[in-house]
């Protein structure tokens, strides 16, 4: 990010994310750096957490909060399914000008024809017995 990201917590800098594995989930910290001190001869870096969520990209879903698109993790198939909710909400909350809508319409019939092709392939791949995966 060439920008400096916010903290959605406490609102100041994030000097940098942290990413904790723990029992096999997947938890995001941003990290505050707060400077050093000096005691005893050592020098110990000073940070403040701020706990982002599991799985959840917070940091990143605030550049898209006026659209209400909340940033979930990988482990959430249904992602894409809340992705496409938030924003067809989206469209009755924010004011967009004819421009606007058609190149968001263009978007959308691009997409459908892409996901039409899709579709057929895996039909096609599933009644030609072919397992998916593995
Ligand atoms: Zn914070």
Redesign the pocket.
Known sequence: MSERSV?P????P?SWVERQVKGGRVYYY?V?YLGYTKSGGKIRKKV?R?YLGPEAYEYVTRLHRDLGIVLEGAVVDRRVVHYLDAFVESLSRVELDRPTLVEILNKLRYLAQRLEGYVRKLEELEKGGVTKGG
Do not use: E, F, T, V
Request: hydrophobic share 30%; net charge positive; aromatic share 0%.
């Open positions: 903290c917590r406490c609102g100041a994030i941003a505050h403040r701020c």
